[in-house]
């Protein structure tokens, strides 16, 4: 079974500061990662994916992530975040032939003028 | 263009009351639907998925249960609801077999904020 760890709750930053919020999954076949976002009172948005080829996967919203198989990781990174980055970030891995995502409990990030 | 409704946007029920979220999809055939719960600092949780019309999958026991009458309906109920139901519901499809083509990128619905009192 998949399983996903984002090992912050929470992200403060400050305004047009960089930031990483990171994911590990756990698995030994191939997988597909994403990252949504989600806005407040919202659903959730595609951010970005990783399916192959190049590791480092660019997103909406000046977004990228860099796929590290060594290290079973799909970190999230933006070098310079604006107020309307706040959101809640969640990183899901799934595996071919399984139709389900399994979703990371989430990262809040919030910016700080 | 595709397209996802869900309504209620908000709910108030009391304990014990009965519930019906209602999703559809525009645009599209065959999708795979989904039902997530997202409670307050739990992320989401994946409660059912449906593959066609009439098969659910259930993922973790409950008080709930889902429904899919047609191909693009997809409808979650309670007979009964508990205070431990209240959350943020929400529906989402994808292609069918989209993972083999790359394109199972899951497609969110605006969600329906259930609070039982």
């Known amino acids: 079974a998949q399983s996903v760890t984002q090992l912050d709750s929470q992200v403060p930053v400050f305004e047009e500061a960089p930031v990483e919020l990171r994911c590990n999954y756990s698995?030994?076949?191939?997988?597909?990662l994403f990252w949504y976002v989600q806005y407040p009172n919202q659903g959730l948005q595609l951010l970005l994916k990783y399916l192959s080829g190049s590791t480092l996967v660019k997103g909406i919203n000046g977004f990228e992530a860099e796929f590290n198989k060594s290290q079973t990781s799909f970190h999230l990174r933006k070098p310079s975040v604006h107020i309307s980055d706040t959101a809640e970030y969640f990183c899901a891995p799934a595996q071919l032939g399984n139709e389900k995502l399994t979703f990371g409990t989430g990262t809040r990030l919030t910016i700080i003028p | 263009s595709q397209t996802i409704h869900q309504w209620p946007a908000t709910l108030v029920q009391p304990v014990g009351s009965p519930l019906s979220l209602e999703c559809t999809v525009e645009?599209?055939?065959?999708?795979?639907l989904y039902w997530y719960r997202q409670a307050a600092g739990r992320g989401l949780q994946l409660l059912f998925y449906s593959v066609g019309i009439g098969q659910i999958s259930s993922e973790v026991p409950q008080n709930l249960s889902a429904s899919r009458p047609q191909d693009r309906q997809f409808i979650l109920s309670s007979k009964k609801l508990l205070l431990s139901d209240s959350g943020f519901y929400l529906c989402?499809?994808?292609?069918?077999?989209?993972?083999?083509?790359?394109?199972?990128?899951?497609?969110f619905g605006a969600g329906s904020r259930l609070t039982v009192l």
């Open positions: 989402a499809w994808s292609l069918l077999q989209g993972l083999l083509s790359g394109a199972n990128v899951l497609t």
């Open positions: 645009g599209t055939s065959n999708p795979n």
């Open positions: 698995s030994s076949v191939s997988v597909y």
